[in-house]
């Protein structure tokens, strides 16, 4: 038997398991240590890394914000490595660490000066009136054809179009 190993987890499975699960959470607390959040760059604009752990960092945009020790440490071990894609800027301001969220809100004020845009006097078109809306039915459709020159109507003097002998 090892003399440092907890003799309550050796004798009952269920206190095993509970220990186990202690130390678990302990290390992902350590792997999950916040700092300041950093903005890493990729040359490409959507791609994926995968980091030594499984996880997936998206580039969205080419630009990818953690603030998870591990990812920025694995990060900038592959910038000093020449990664030919990744990059980093440390002085790099971070507005918020949800990429999407930042381009619904990039998105969201270009829509607004759009808007803006339209609501300009020297955008106005004008007024305009709609009169009664005539429906088609035989008489209508065979008068508008009268005046066609198109293949599949009979011009209005009766002449046929076709070819030139």
Do not use: W
């Not at 955008?123 to 009136?129: C, I, Q």
């Amino acid at each position: 038997m090892n003399p440092n190993a907890n003799p309550a987890a050796t004798t009952n499975p269920e206190n095993a398991i509970n220990v186990h699960t202690a130390a678990l959470k302990a290390n992902l607390a350590a792997d999950l240590t916040q700092v300041t959040a950093r903005v890493f760059r990729s040359n490409i604009p959507s791609c994926r890394y995968v980091f030594k752990n499984g996880k997936v960092a998206p580039f969205i945009g080419g630009k990818y914000i953690t603030n998870i020790k591990h990812e920025i440490d694995e990060l900038d071990t592959e910038i000093e490595m020449k990664h030919p894609y990744i990059s980093a800027n440390k002085e790099e301001a971070v507005d918020t660490i949800e990429p999407l969220e930042a381009l619904k809100t990039r998105f969201f004020a270009e829509f607004q000066a759009a808007q803006a845009a339209n609501l300009l006097k020297s955008n106005d078109a004008g007024t305009s009136e709609q009169g009664k809306l005539n429906i088609a039915n035989s008489s209508t459709v065979s008068a508008g054809m009268a005046g066609s020159s198109s293949a599949g109507a009979t011009p209005a003097l009766g002449l046929k179009l076709g070819t030139v002998k």
